[in-house]
C-alpha cells in the first residue's frame, strides 16, 4: 500500500495543502499582489497540466507504463518528451509554483524548490536508473540530447 501512497500526485496534493493552509490560517500580511499572481498562476496551473496530458498522451499512444515505480516497456523520446525528460513531473511543480501564486501563499514559495528535490530523488533518479538499464545506448544518447528538465 506504500508504494500507491508514494506517487507524485500524492507529494503534489501534501505540499499545495500546505501552501493553502499557510495562506489560510498564517499569512502575516504578505502577498504577491493581485491580479497578475492569479493570471500567472493560471498561467502555471494550465501549462503543468498541459504538459502532464501531452506526455501521458505519448506514453499511452507508445503503449508503455506511466506508473513511476514500474520500468516502462519503451523509451519514449517523441513529442514532449523531446523537450524534457521529465515533462510530467516538470508539470507537477509548475502546478505548485501557480497554487503558491493563485493562493497567495508568499511563505509557501520554497515548498516549489522542496517539490523539485523531493521528485528528483524519489522519482526521477531512480526511474533514469531504471532505463539506463533497460536501455542502455538508446539511454545514453537521449539523456546527452534532451535536459532532465527544460
Same mark, same amino acid.
Given at each position: 500500500?506504500?508504494?500507491?501512497?508514494?506517487?507524485?500526485?500524492? $507529494?503534489?496534493?501534501? @505540499?499545495?495543502? &500546505?501552501?493553502?493552509?499557510?495562506?489560510? @490560517?498564517?499569512?502575516?500580511?504578505?502577498? @504577491?499582489?493581485?491580479?497578475?499572481?492569479?493570471? &500567472?498562476?493560471?498561467? #502555471?496551473?494550465?501549462?503543468?497540466? &498541459?504538459?502532464?496530458? #501531452?506526455?501521458?498522451?505519448?506514453?499511452?499512444?507508445?503503449?508503455?507504463?506511466?506508473?513511476?515505480?514500474?520500468?516502462?516497456?519503451?523509451?519514449?523520446?517523441?513529442?514532449? @518528451?523531446? %523537450?524534457?525528460?521529465?515533462?510530467?513531473?516538470?508539470?507537477?511543480?509548475?502546478?505548485?509554483?501557480?497554487?503558491? #501564486? /493563485?493562493?497567495?501563499?508568499?511563505?509557501?514559495?520554497?515548498?516549489?524548490?522542496?517539490? &523539485? $528535490?523531493? #521528485?528528483?530523488?524519489?522519482?526521477?533518479?531512480?526511474?533514469?536508473? /531504471?532505463? %539506463?538499464?533497460?536501455? /542502455?545506448?538508446? $539511454?545514453?544518447?537521449?539523456?546527452?540530447?534532451?535536459?532532465?528538465?527544460?
Amino acid at each position: 500500500m506504500l508504494k500507491w501512497i508514494d506517487i507524485p500526485p500524492v $507529494w503534489l496534493v501534501a @505540499f499545495a495543502a &500546505l501552501a493553502w493552509a499557510q495562506a489560510e @490560517f498564517w499569512p502575516v500580511g504578505l502577498s @504577491f499582489g493581485g491580479a497578475w499572481a492569479d493570471l &500567472l498562476g493560471g498561467l #502555471l496551473v494550465g501549462g503543468g497540466v &498541459l504538459l502532464m496530458a #501531452l506526455a501521458a498522451w505519448e506514453m499511452r499512444r507508445q503503449r508503455t507504463t506511466i506508473l513511476p515505480h514500474h520500468t516502462p516497456d519503451r523509451l519514449v523520446t517523441g513529442g514532449i @518528451f523531446s %523537450r524534457s525528460r521529465n515533462p510530467i513531473y516538470l508539470g507537477d511543480v509548475l502546478i505548485l509554483a501557480g497554487l503558491v #501564486l /493563485r493562493f497567495d501563499a508568499v511563505l509557501a514559495l520554497p515548498l516549489v524548490p522542496v517539490l &523539485l $528535490w523531493v #521528485l528528483e530523488r524519489r522519482f526521477v533518479i531512480p526511474e533514469e536508473n /531504471r532505463m %539506463r538499464r533497460a536501455f /542502455r545506448l538508446d $539511454w545514453a544518447r537521449y539523456e546527452r540530447k534532451v535536459r532532465r528538465w527544460l
